[in-house]
């Protein structure tokens, strides 16, 4: 992977870590479900008017929208709202990288290599550290929820490696318009219809700002990058970056949510980061053998033996 596109990748786990804040603040004013509807209605509205319609099928736009929108984003949230830390939902959900790179090895047939499969399961040890050393700081449901919405993205990582979209963004918005209705239905069962409708008539300054950073923020910027980069290299070569989340969420739900960091989250977080550090030498590591077989010159490793 190019060194500005590892950058990319890590600019978007600055913006996604960041983005647990803005959903513990948007919770304080809206049920979970409302809030995920309005996340997608206002990624999709209006940029769905601006942008081509996506190359992939229709099947592939539906199924990304349901499984992201739907059981990803709407198991998350609620996951916050019954009782788990910011903080921690960024570290747990990380746990997609490493279902993200067995379904695709599963599925496609991508083979990661040694040291990427080294990298995510030393950075799952991490998410383990920290899931066991802050059990103080979730509830059962919250937990259980949050791995859901986990094997969720990792599912949706693999749709949209599946699709063979050729224009990411495309696929982003026109797939937010299948998440609202759904989530306004659950809503109305779980909340009641006149909660939803005062929370939507009701809408706070607060809650308006937590929408638009994470439907525009996070899910426009940051899913528009990491879909991009999903389309052009192998799952396995993108979803560890997601590793780096936690670093940044802990960080931000530290600094605005006042959400304690002891000595278990910052072993946690150098274990992760050391996961990733095996996963970005790899990166390099192919770049170089791809520069020396361009070169007549013989590669730093065997592909056949790594692979």
């Given amino acids: 992977m190019k060194a500005s596109h590892r950058l990319l990748a890590v600019l978007v786990a600055a913006i996604w870590g960041v983005n647990f804040v803005a959903i513990e603040l948007g919770l304080r004013d809206l049920p979970p479900l409302v809030l995920t509807a309005l996340r997608f209605v206002a990624a999709a509205v209006p940029l769905v008017f601006l942008v081509p319609r996506p190359s992939a099928r ?14 990803k984003f709407g198991a998350l949230f609620t996951a916050l709202a019954a009782g788990m830390s910011a903080g921690l939902a960024s570290l747990v959900l990380q746990a997609q990288a490493l279902m993200s790179v067995l379904l695709a090895a599963a599925v496609l047939g991508e083979r990661p290599a040694r040291a990427q499969v080294a990298g995510v399961l030393v950075g799952s040890v991490g998410i383990g550290v920290l899931a066991i050393g802050s059990g103080g700081h979730a509830t059962v449901i919250g937990f259980m929820l949050t791995l859901f919405a986990a094997a969720s993205w990792a599912v949706a990582n693999l749709v949209m490696r599946a699709s063979g979209e050729t224009r990411p963004l495309s696929l982003l918005v026109w797939s937010s318009l299948v998440p609202p209705l759904p989530l306004l239905g659950l809503a109305g069962v779980v909340d ?9 008539t009701g809408l706070s300054w607060r809650g308006l700002l937590a929408v638009a950073y994470v439907a525009y923020v996070s899910t426009l910027v940051g899913f528009g990058i990491w879909n991009r980069l999903i389309a052009r290299y192998s799952i396995a070569r993108v979803a560890p970056f997601s590793l780096l989340v936690p670093v940044f969420g802990l960080s931000a739900a530290w600094l605005l949510l006042d959400e304690p960091v002891g000595p ?3 072993a946690a977080a150098a274990i992760v980061l050391a996961g990733l550090a095996l996963v970005v030498r790899r990166s390099t590591a192919d770049r170089n053998n791809a520069t020396a077989a361009s070169d007549g010159r013989e590669p730093e490793y065997a592909p056949a033996a790594t692979a």
Avoid: K, M, N
């Avoid at 229709?58 to 059981?71: E, F, K, P, Q």
């Fill in 264 to 266: 278990t989250e910052l």
């Fill in 192 to 200: 009641g219809g006149q909660a939803v409708l005062d929370a939507i």
């Fill in 58 to 71: 229709l099947r592939y736009v539906v199924a990304y929208g349901l499984v992201l929108g739907v059981l």
